[in-house]
């Protein structure tokens, strides 16, 4: 688009020129020139999205615009190891703390994570695997978090396929800590084919659910909602929209539940995503452990989002000369059920849309932006707050 405007501005100045410079054999470098000269002084460069990516609203209207990006097309991405937005986990939760029946072992093995249980490269994504044998009393179970931990306000868009194998919880969410955390839940024991029910728990952890011993249920801020289709059947977005005045949640761009502003975290708070499979025999969640190894596959991330980072800010005025330039700001695409194409685009697979993002490059592994580092460890994935327990200490083992 930018490059067809700055062709268009081309012909317009040579036009302009024409009159005083067709006698000069190089009167359209010389305007070429003078373009150039003009455009780099008027701070544009040969880039789209340079000033975010715009969010759709409930009603439809694009809103919400932010600067930054993390895009992960799983499916195509030959290694998690080697990716530098994604961390692995790795670490042990015992019985007692894990609150359930058995503890848990977040476990890394390149083995699983793209092939199925019969050996086969499973092409559509990574995925996330619950066994079923307990290893010296903990479920083997998987996630992984961002390496970024600067999220702030954003959409947080994921597309999974969840496993039908009753006995796991996979999870999809923003973490603070325990009173600053944006969660979609679904349990497969929950799921009933006969019924064409499959519930998907809406949590945003506030003071509010401190107060009632972490029990997000007991407040307004737990809603239990069911998906407008079988979730284990095929892939569909989940979405987590975080904004200053409310969270919503979609699934395929269909509204499920709505949450007010005024629980929601700090926009100081610098948040990660995570995506999370895993149980601990706890019957009044998890349930499980399941009866065969389940799988929770994960096509792909796309997250918009604003940094809590004040570099990522000034980075983003740097970059941002004319927030109405057409282009300057970039359209979210919606995957909705009926038109499904977007699922399959990523602005970051255009050199030009993405300037200065930190999307991980999987021929070069380059990154623009290394993450904030020396952030605190963050406390562990123990998020059975749901369960009506009285568990309120995360794992600190993770991550030393
Ligand atoms: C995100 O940050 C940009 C730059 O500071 C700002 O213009 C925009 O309003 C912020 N978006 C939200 C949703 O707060
Ligand atoms: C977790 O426990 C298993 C089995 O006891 C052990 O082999 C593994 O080293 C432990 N992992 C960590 C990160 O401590
Ligand atoms: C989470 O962070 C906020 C802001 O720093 C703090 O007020 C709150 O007490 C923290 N919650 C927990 C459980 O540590
Ligand atoms: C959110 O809650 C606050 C305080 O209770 C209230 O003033 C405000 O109107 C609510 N906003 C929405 C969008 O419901
Ligand atoms: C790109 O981002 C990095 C890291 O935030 C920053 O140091 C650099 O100045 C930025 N470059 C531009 C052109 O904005
Ligand atoms: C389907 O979505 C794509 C991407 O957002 C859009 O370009 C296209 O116009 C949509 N098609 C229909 C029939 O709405």
Redesign the pocket.
């Known amino acids: 688009m930018m490059l067809l405007a700055m062709t268009g501005n081309a012909h317009k100045h040579e036009n302009a020129g024409s009159g005083h410079f067709t006698k000069r054999p190089f009167s359209l470098f010389h305007s070429l020139c003078l373009l150039l000269i003009a455009l780099a002084f008027s701070g544009q460069v040969l880039a789209d999205c340079e000033c975010g990516y715009q969010s759709d609203s409930p009603d439809g209207e694009y809103q919400d615009v932010f600067t930054d990006l993390i895009e992960t097309n799983f499916a195509r991405m030959p290694d998690i190891s080697s990716n530098t937005d994604w961390q692995r986990q ?3 939760v015992t019985k007692a703390k894990a609150r359930g029946e058995y503890g848990e ?3 890394v093995k390149d083995d699983v994570e793209y092939v199925d249980k019969n050996g086969n490269r499973a092409s559509d994504g990574l995925q996330l695997i619950v066994r079923q044998d307990p ?2 009393g ?1 479920v083997p179970v998987a996630e992984v978090d961002t390496a970024r931990l600067d999220l702030s306000y954003g959409t947080f868009r994921a597309s999974m396929k969840l496993t039908d194998i009753p006995g796991t919880c996979a999870a999809f969410f923003w973490y603070f800590n325990d009173t600053q955390e944006i969660d979609m839940e679904f349990l497969s024991k929950d799921f009933d084919h006969s019924k064409n029910t499959y519930p998907v728990n809406l949590v945003l952890q506030s003071r509010a659910a401190a107060a009632h011993g972490y029990d997000a249920s007991q407040t307004d801020n737990f809603i239990k909602a069911n998906l407008p289709f079988d979730p284990t059947a095929d892939f569909h977005e989940y979405r987590i929209d975080y904004n200053p005045s409310e969270i919503l949640f979609y699934a395929d761009r269909e509204l499920l539940g709505k949450m007010n502003g005024s629980n929601a975290p700090s926009p100081n708070s610098h948040g990660h995503l995570i995506l999370s499979h895993w149980s601990n025999g706890n019957p009044k969640w998890s349930g499980g452990p399941p009866k065969e190894d389940a799988a929770l596959v994960i096509r792909y991330v796309k997250a918009y989002f604003n940094s809590t980072e004040p570099k990522r800010t000034q980075d983003w005025s740097g970059r941002c000369k004319n927030a109405k330039a057409e282009t300057s700001v970039c359209k979210i695409p919606v995957v909705t059920r009926e038109n499904q194409t977007a699922k399959d685009y990523f602005f970051s697979d255009y050199a030009d849309k993405a300037k200065n993002q930190t999307v991980y490059e999987p021929t070069s592994g380059a990154r623009t932006f290394e993450a904030a580092s020396g952030e605190p460890a963050y406390l562990g994935a123990r998020f059975e707050v749901l369960a009506p327990i009285e568990i309120k200490e995360r794992d600190l ?1 993770h991550r030393e």
Do not use: T
């Open positions: 790795e670490f042990n072992m977040f476990y290893i010296d903990m083992q």
